[in-house]
């Protein structure tokens, strides 16, 4: 580890979590602490609030033949390359014997028992995550002829195709007239990354979505638990 990053050297931290709302729920993650990590540059992003997502689905509904998909990019966080590397540590007794073996780590440990770690691609915890994946991403779509507006983050256009779409980290709420449009923006995210698309669109950020597309009618709801018990809102 270089000599001026010594300040640097974070923490490893394993999250559990269950997202229903993903294809494999049960979800264990190995993840930078953040708070330790002195990322030198804007980590911001753009990304739609709610006010524009509720603007946008009032506009599928009243768009005559307009329908609504969602998309949802696998794994954005992770993969994409750093401007400059982080470094953590991570105990010998928290990784798996079988890494330990295949990667000869006991010789590699300190005497306290920690495995030092130089990590150059996008993890989960990292500030900076976000904003290069973002911008990997836009750099892609750019190439695909869609783009940001300039005046509403988070809304997307494409510059021929009827086609427009929120966008919430890796989260795509789509409006389309043609389904050649929809694939041709599926087979441009596709071409990078893992995506999962529902052309009935019936949930988008957790909220779900009931369309009434002949009346021009979209009812929103939510999950919530309070004390034990599941509600809609």
């Known amino acids: 580890i270089p000599a ?3 300040k640097d050297v974070t923490y490893i931290k394993f999250v559990c ?4 709302e993903k294809k ?4 264990t993650r190995a993840t930078m602490g953040g708070n330790l990590i002195n990322c ?3 980590v911001g992003t753009p990304t739609a609030n709610m006010l524009l997502v509720k603007i946008f689905l009032n506009s599928v509904i009243s768009t005559k033949g307009a329908r609504f998909a969602n998309a949802d990019i696998a794994n954005f966080y992770l993969m994409t390359p ?7 540590k991570i105990r010998l007794s928290d990784i798996p014997d079988e890494i330990i073996v295949e990667y000869n780590l ?6 306290d028992g920690w495995v030092y770690i130089k990590v150059i691609r996008g993890m989960y915890g990292l500030p900076q995550a976000g904003s290069l994946g973002h911008d990997l ?9 869609y783009f940001q507006s300039k005046i509403f983050p988070g809304l997307w256009k494409h510059e021929v195709r009827p086609i427009q779409f929120v966008l919430v980290v890796d989260d795509f709420g789509i409006k389309y007239i043609r389904d050649e449009d929809l694939d041709h923006l599926v087979k441009s995210i596709k071409k990078h990354y893992d995506v999962t698309v529902d052309k009935e669109g019936k949930e ?3 909220i779900e979505l009931d369309w009434d597309y002949k009346n021009r009618r979209v009812h929103l709801s939510m999950e919530v638990w309070e004390i034990g018990i599941k509600n809609k809102i």
């Not at 494999?24 to 979800?27: E, T």
């Not at 006991?106 to 005497?111: H, M, P, R």
């Not at 991403?137 to 002829?145: P, T, V």
């Open 24 to 27: 494999d729920p049960y979800r």
């Open 17 to 20: 979590t269950i997202r229903t």
């Open 40 to 42: 030198p540059e804007d």
């Open 82 to 88: 750093l401007k400059r590397p982080e470094y953590a």
């Open 204 to 206: 988008y950020l957790k």
């Open 106 to 111: 006991k010789e590699k440990a300190t005497s």
């Open 137 to 145: 991403l836009e750099r892609r779509l750019n190439a695909a002829g």
């Open 4 to 6: 001026d990053r010594f």
